[in-house]
C-alpha cells in the first residue's frame, strides 16, 4: 500500500504563487506514475499534471506556462504561479504502481481576493 498526504493549500489572491506537496509513505518502491488532480464541487475530478517515470510531464492546457509538477524522492510537488479564480479547487495527489492506483485527501486551494 502507498499513503499519500497533500499539504500546502490556502488562501491566495489572483496573481499569487503557492506550492503544493504531497509526501508519499508505504511501499513507495514501483511508483511509477504521480499526478495532481482538482475538483470542484459537484464537476468531475480533472487531471492538472503527470509525472511519469523518465522525468516525463504532462500538463492541461489550462494550467500550462503556470503550473510545474516536479518529483524529488518520494515528495511530489505542483508550484502554481501566476494564480486565477478558477484554480480553485481541492487538489489530490495521485499515484500508480503496478497495477493499483492511490489517492491522498486533498488539500484545499482557493483564489481570491
Known amino acids: 500500500q502507498v499513503q499519500l498526504v497533500e499539504s500546502g493549500g490556502a488562501l491566495v489572491q489572483p496573481g499569487g504563487s503557492l506550492r503544493l506537496s504531497c509526501t508519499a509513505s508505504?511501499?513507495?518502491?514501483?511508483?511509477?506514475?504521480m499526478a495532481w488532480y482538482r475538483q470542484v464541487p459537484g464537476q468531475q475530478r480533472e487531471l492538472v499534471a503527470t509525472?511519469?517515470?523518465?522525468?516525463r510531464t504532462n500538463y492541461d492546457d489550462s494550467v500550462k506556462g503556470r503550473f510545474t509538477i516536479s518529483r524529488d524522492n518520494d515528495k511530489l510537488y505542483l508550484q502554481m504561479n501566476s494564480l486565477k479564480p478558477e484554480d480553485t479547487a481541492v487538489y489530490y495527489c495521485?499515484?500508480?504502481?503496478?497495477?493499483?492506483?492511490?489517492w491522498g485527501q486533498g488539500t484545499q486551494v482557493s483564489v481570491s481576493s
Open positions: 509525472w511519469l517515470s523518465g522525468g
Open positions: 495521485w499515484a500508480n504502481r503496478l497495477v493499483q492506483t492511490f
Open positions: 508505504g511501499s513507495t518502491f514501483g511508483i511509477n506514475a
